[in-house]
C-alpha cells in the first residue's frame, strides 16, 4: 500500500530519503532473512528515527521542534497517506526485534555508509535543491536534507559542496558509527546457518 500511495502523492524521488530507502531493505531483509540487511538498515536509521519521533510528538502538543514532521499536519495531504508515514515510528522497534531473532551484522556500517553516500551524491545531483519551485509541491526537495535544515532556501553558512561533504561525514560521526558501536555491543552476532545434511540412496 505504502509504495503506491507515495509514488501518487510524492512521486519515485521520495524513496531516495534515508528512511524510505531503509524501509525497503527492511522489508527485503525480512523476506530473505539477512542479517545484513536489517543491520544495514538499523544502523541508518535507528537515531534519525527518534529524533522524528521526538519531532511529531513536540508538534502533536503544539510545539515546532525542528520542522521535519510538519508534513504530517498538512491538510493537503489525504490522511491515508500521511498515516501511511506512522512507519517511521514503528521500524526502529520493528529493527531491534529482528536483530534479536537475526543477529547484528557487524559488515553493517560499512555496507550502509556505502549506500547512504551513494544515494546522497544522487541527491544533490539529481534531485531539486531548498527553495526550488515546483509545480507540484508535494514533489520532495532538499532531500536528505543536503541543502540545509530549510527547505526554503540552501544554507549559507559555506561552500555548498563543501556542505555536502561535511553534512555526510557528520551523519557518519554522530549517527551511524555511535549506533553501529552499540549493537554491536548489544546484539550477538549472526548465527551461521547449520550445513544441510544430504543422503543419497544407492
Known amino acids: ?18 528512511c524510505d530507502t531503509a524501509l525497503i531493505i527492511t522489508v527485503s531483509g525480512m523476506w530473505l532473512e539477512s542479517p545484513l540487511l536489517i543491520s544495514m538498515a538499523a544502523v541508518g536509521i535507528l537515531l534519525p528515527q527518534c529524533v522524528w519521533l521526538a519531532d511529531f510528538g513536540s508538534n502533536v502538543v503544539g510545539i515546532h521542534l525542528l520542522g521535519l514532521t510538519n508534513y504530517m ?11 501511511l508515514s506512522l512507519f517511521h515510528g514503528l521500524l526502529p522497534l520493528l529493527l531491534l526485534w529482528l536483530l534479536t531473532r537475526l543477529g547484528y551484522d557487524k559488515r553493517a556500517l ?21 527553495g526550488t519551485h515546483l509545480t507540484d509541491p508535494n514533489l520532495p526537495i532538499n532531500i536528505n536534507y543536503l541543502y540545509g535544515f530549510n527547505d526554503h532556501e540552501p544554507q549559507h553558512w559555506m561552500n555548498q ?9 557528520v551523519l557518519w ?3 551511524f558509527l555511535p549506533t553501529h558501536l552499540l549493537l554491536r555491543k548489544v546484539f550477538s552476532p549472526p548465527s551461521k546457518p547449520v550445513p544441510r545434511v544430504s543422503i543419497r540412496f544407492v
Open 1 to 18: 500500500m505504502l509504495i503506491p500511495s507515495y509514488l501518487h502523492a510524492y512521486g519515485a524521488t521520495n524513496f531516495l530519503w534515508f
Open 73 to 83: 499536519f498538512d491538510h493537503q495531504l489525504p490522511i491515508f497517506t500521511r498515516g
Open 110 to 130: 560499512w555496507a550502509w555508509t556505502a549506500l547512504a553516500t551513494g544515494l546522497g551524491f544522487i541527491c544533490y545531483f539529481f534531485t531539486p535543491a531548498a
Open 161 to 169: 559542496n563543501l556542505y555536502v561533504v561535511l553534512w555526510l561525514s
Open 173 to 175: 560521526l554522530v549517527a
